[in-house]
């Protein structure tokens, strides 16, 4: 229990200038041994000192740590890149494949079966999901040929974009086997015709990505010309005009034998 | 280190004394830059940490001297305190003032001084009569020259020795910190009004044994 005065006396002390104070102050300071400054003043400068060595050094091991972490990055990315991709393509393809893929049709089946091998059945990327998507399927001969010019194996695994094909080889690929259908249907086509997509799928399916699978039938002047001069056979005449136009637009100056050009009238040799 | 400005408490004991309220506050403004001299320091600026140093040595040691009642003693646990200083630098921010970071070590330094010792603070050597006796007329005691014939200061020692050890540190922190109640609680890890409390008893005693002398000299006052 503090008495009033002593409150009294506290607060008058720690207004300041109480009297106390004053005596206290007036008490001889207690002196600081005269070595004691500098050696204190010494080991403060002795800790800069050796901080900034310490520092220099740290900056050292940072670069050699920036170091060690960059080329881990960049192992990091190399494997990825090479190896880890095929593991994560099998889940890819199952959750893809079941909704995307198109029914075949009765004849369409046929000649998809007919083209599929072990490798490629099942295989969906996302080229042939652009081409499902991008233009409903006119035909069951579109889809079987978008099915089986899918490559698989390593191909498949190959990262997403670099499998989709550039709009223009995709819009080939189907006027190319709307083409090679109604030569089909009109049996201008024969078996070896139609099993080639298979032989060329099974002998390129290790290592060549769709994309430059359908780059290459696309920008394959002599069955496109073979088609035409089909078609021309068959009297298709309008057609292989049409498509004899479309190949010169694509492949202009290349060779287009006479067979594909369009024929003369009968008459007009007789007048010349 | 004679040319850096010290606080009001450093005069001499001719010079005319500074009123402990514009002392206090004075030393509350110095806060501020003490904050950034000791950043200073932090950086590699040794010119820095020579004019914090200078500006607290003083009362660092009178409050470390005083609290411990030996003057060897006292030299080792002020150089240990600013060894902590030094090496903490890198972690300093600027929270607090730099005199509560300071006495703050001090007073922990203390702390560890009487575990090393394995006695508690109470038991103090200073503690019994006698060695108040000896103290009081040690040389490192001496009054200065004005008092030093006078009985008063020789009672004001002994009186301080004499009190608690939880009542002298508030004193003394008080006196020679020039910080606030706040921040002594905080440093003695007790509350405001408990430091309040000890100040008031350490007060009171410091009083009662000065008032015989001032009888004799017809003094009055706190």
């Known amino acids: 229990m503090s008495r009033p005065e002593d409150d009294r006396m506290l607060e008058d002390y720690l207004r300041g200038g109480s009297d106390l104070s004053r005596r206290y102050r007036e008490l001889e300071g207690a002196e600081i041994p005269a070595d004691i400054d500098a050696r204190i003043l010494a080991r403060a400068a002795d800790a800069v000192r050796n901080s900034a060595v310490r520092r220099r050094g740290v900056s050292r091991s940072w670069y050699v740590g920036a170091a060690t972490a960059a080329v881990i990055v960049l192992s990091v990315a190399v494997v990825i890149d090479t190896g880890v991709l095929d593991s994560m393509a099998p889940p890819l393809k199952d959750a893809v494949a079941p909704t995307r893929r198109p029914q075949p049709e009765p004849d369409a089946k046929a000649s998809s079966d007919e083209a599929r091998t072990p490798a490629n059945d099942g295989a969906v990327t996302r080229a042939n999901d652009t081409t499902a998507g991008t233009s409903p399927p006119a035909s069951s001969a579109e889809r079987a040929t978008a099915t089986i010019n899918v490559p698989t194996g390593r191909a498949d695994a190959l990262p997403a974009p670099a499998a989709t094909p550039p709009a223009a080889a995709s819009t080939e690929t189907q006027r190319r086997a709307r083409l090679e259908q109604e030569a089909r249907s009109e049996g201008v086509m024969g078996p070896a015709r139609q099993a080639a997509p298979a032989a060329r799928t099974s002998s390129s399916f290790l290592a060549r990505p769709q994309a430059a699978e359908e780059r290459d039938q696309a920008e394959d002047p002599e069955s496109w010309l073979a088609a035409i001069i089909r078609l021309r056979e068959a009297g298709k005449a309008e057609q292989a005009d049409a498509e004899l136009a479309h190949f010169v637009a694509t492949y202009p100056g290349y060779p287009v034998p006479a067979a594909a050009t369009p024929q003369a009238p009968p008459g007009a040799r007789d007048r010349d | ?222």
């Open chain 2, 1 to 222: 280190l004679a040319g850096v400005a010290t606080t009001g408490t450093d005069a001499g004991a001719n010079a005319s004394l500074v009123d402990a309220a514009s002392s206090r506050t004075l030393r509350s403004m110095d806060a501020t830059d003490d904050g950034q001299l000791m950043l200073r320091y932090r950086d590699g600026d040794v010119v820095a940490f020579e004019q914090l140093y200078a500006r607290h040595r003083g009362n660092l040691f009178r409050y470390l001297a005083r609290q411990l009642g030996d003057r060897e003693a006292a030299a080792d646990v002020f150089q240990e305190v600013w060894s902590r200083v030094i090496a903490t630098r890198m972690r300093y921010e600027v929270r607090a003032s730099f005199a509560a970071f300071l006495y703050s070590i001090a007073h922990n330094c203390i702390a560890d001084h009487y575990r090393r010792l394995g006695r508690r603070p109470a038991d103090r050597p200073d503690a019994d009569p006698a060695r108040l006796e000896t103290l009081a007329s040690s040389e490192s005691w001496q009054p200065d020259a004005k008092y030093a014939n006078t009985q008063t200061a020789t009672a004001l020692r002994r009186a301080l020795a004499a009190l608690p050890r939880e009542q002298r540190d508030v004193f003394l922190l008080y006196e020679e910190s020039a910080l606030g109640l706040q921040d002594i609680a905080r440093i003695t890890g007790v509350g405001v009004e408990t430091a309040k409390s000890r100040l008031r008893y350490a007060l009171g005693k410091l009083r009662e044994a000065l008032e015989p002398q001032r009888e004799l000299a017809g003094g009055s006052g706190t």
